[in-house]
């Protein structure tokens, strides 16, 4: 998804034809529209060939666009999965694992990667009731692995805003919530996550809409990406518009949020008030 996006704007910024780009890696149109939405595998000689269609000698610019095209073509850990991880999903966690900065706000739930074993397993089981007990534990065991991206030599920065709702929605019980806030007062001394909470007392904030992340890239000339999950699917926006207002609104909840240095207090307050040992 990276790679196509750029892609189209190589080309866009060249005035290249969807057509032109086609004929020029002996192949359609149709082709061309598939890799610039991430829907189709990448030849890194049919991106060689499209980048200098585009105008793009520089050999820095060149060799980051075909190491995502390598990169694109390498199964990643979580295709083991793949029984019981959705095609749509998949794409966002090989976004979060190319990620340097993620930027997260949630309404209902801990985010995935902050997640207990325990909170974990009884959110899925909130969308998999009936589940063979199996398929409930591969899921964990799924979600878990996904934390394993913050113990990375090079792990991203993770920057997590919660609706103090999330806090108090009593997921699996008072031991299995209390268990959840202890680890993330833990998760607040790692230099890597900031975390933030949106106290009740705030009212309204800039993201009523729902749950949201921006993920951003090392290199400078890649666009952020926001992803917005479903049901049953998910929404990838990387246009300026898209990003700029969601960029807005994330700044906006940071600063309507209680400050990171108080979100331990906040935390330990609401553990002691609803979920006391």
Same mark, same amino acid.
């Given at each position: 998804m990276l790679l196509g996006g750029q892609l189209r704007r190589l080309r866009e910024g060249a005035g290249v034809t969807r057509e032109s780009a086609g004929w020029e890696i002996r192949s359609s149109e149709s082709k061309?529209?598939?890799?610039?939405?991430?829907?189709?595998?990448?030849?890194?000689?049919?991106?060689?060939?499209?980048?200098t269609l585009y105008g793009v000698t520089a050999a820095d610019e060149r060799e980051a666009l075909l190491k995502l095209a390598r990169d694109a073509n390498n199964p990643g850990w979580w295709h083991r999965?793949?029984?019981?991880?959705?095609?749509?999903?998949?794409?966002?966690?090989g976004l979060e694992a190319a990620a340097a900065l993620i930027r997260t706000y949630e309404v209902q739930f801990v985010p995935g990667l902050l997640q207990t074993a325990d909170y974990a397993r009884a959110?899925?089981?909130?969308?998999?009731r009936g589940a063979p007990d199996a398929e409930i534990e591969r899921r964990v065991s799924l979600r878990m692995e996904r934390q394993e991206l913050l113990l990375r030599s090079d792990p991203p920065q993770l920057w997590a805003v919660l609706d103090e709702a999330a806090l108090r929605r009593p997921i699996g019980g008072a031991e299995v919530m209390r268990a959840q806030l202890d680890a993330l007062i833990e998760a607040t001394g790692s230099a890597q996550v900031r975390l933030q909470v949106v106290?009740?007392?705030?009212?309204?904030?800039a993201a009523a809409s729902g749950a949201f992340s921006i993920l951003r890239f090392g290199d400078q000339d890649l666009p952020d990406i926001v992803y917005i999950e479903q049901l049953t699917s998910a929404i990838y926006l990387d246009k300026r518009d898209d990003l700029d207002y969601y960029a807005l609104a994330m #700044? $906006?909840?940071?600063?309507?949020? !209680?400050?990171? #240095? $108080?979100?331990?207090?906040?935390? !330990?307050?609401?553990?002691?008030?609803?979920?006391?040992?």
């Open positions: 061309i529209s598939r890799m610039e939405l991430g829907r189709v595998g990448f030849k890194e000689r049919d991106v060689a060939d499209l980048l999965y793949g029984d019981v991880l959705p095609s749509w999903f998949q794409s966002y966690l959110v899925i089981l909130l969308g998999h106290p009740f007392d705030a009212g309204g904030h #700044e $906006r909840l940071c600063v309507e949020a !209680a400050p990171p #240095e $108080r979100t331990p207090e906040l935390l !330990a307050r609401i553990r002691d008030e609803l979920y006391p040992a």
